[in-house]
């Protein structure tokens, strides 16, 4: 089962607007990260918020993180077109050896 | 050259036959990982490394085996190819230790396998 659920599934913004994309999971955990996939590519990190941090940023990219509603949002600022991808969050879960399980991911498309 | 190199990138395959993905990294990373990405399903841990004598399954492992030949390499097989294992294969690395940052990940491009 997956740790991680993105909300929306997909988005669609105009170039200048902002975006919001937010995951939810079930477990405890020791830290959340953000990832991004151009179409059919490896996925880049993009940003890690650890379990004692609230707010992370990172040039347009702004991470919240709630522990006491396991959720976390990504906040991306004056969108590009460059930004379309599909985005995921990936959470390092309490008592799961320290490995990642990712969510189905947002996708967002930017419109120029 | 990229960090994490995955071969081959795209291979079309029939039921029933063998087949190894190949991943080798520069990175220096002890830890190593295979996932599978199927649309709408995310990435799916298939089996991770911790270090040349460590082989773990993941969460989707059956129908498949690894080999970690050294620090820098680890492939994954499929014995007898189905048609349920079309899909996007990743590799990636990741540092390890206690530190903050231990476990993002480094991916490589991708494999795509297509099993008629």
């Given at each position: 089962s997956q740790q991680g659920e993105e909300d929306p599934q997909a988005l669609s913004i105009q170039e200048g607007e902002n975006a919001t994309m937010n995951c939810s999971y079930k477990t405890s955990i020791n830290n959340l990260q953000w990832y991004r996939q151009n179409s059919g590519r490896g996925l880049v990190h993009l940003i890690l918020i650890r379990s004692n941090e609230r707010e992370k940023h990172s040039g347009r990219l702004r991470v919240t993180l709630d522990t006491s509603k396991k959720s976390s949002s990504l906040l991306i600022t004056a969108?590009?077109?460059?930004?379309t991808a599909s985005y995921f969050c990936a959470t390092d879960a309490f008592?799961?050896?320290?490995k990642l399980v990712f969510g189905a991911g947002t996708i967002l498309r930017v419109k120029s | 050259d990229a960090d994490v190199t995955q071969t081959p990138r795209n291979r079309i395959t029939k039921t029933g036959k063998r087949i190894m993905l190949e991943c080798s990294q520069t990175k220096g990373h002890d830890r190593m990982y295979w996932y599978r990405q199927d649309p709408g399903l995310g990435l799916r841990l298939i089996y991770y490394s911790f270090d040349v004598k460590d082989i773990n399954k993941g969460e989707i492992s059956d129908g498949y085996s690894v080999s970690r030949?050294?620090?820098a390499k680890f492939s994954l097989s499929l014995e007898s190819a189905i048609p349920n294992q079309t899909a996007l294969y990743f590799c990636a690395t990741s540092r390890g230790?206690?530190?903050?940052?231990?476990?993002v990940l480094t991916f490589g491009a991708g494999s795509r396998l297509t099993v008629l």
């Open positions: 969108s590009r077109a460059a930004d008592g799961y050896g320290n | 030949q050294a620090q230790g206690g530190l903050a940052g231990a476990n």
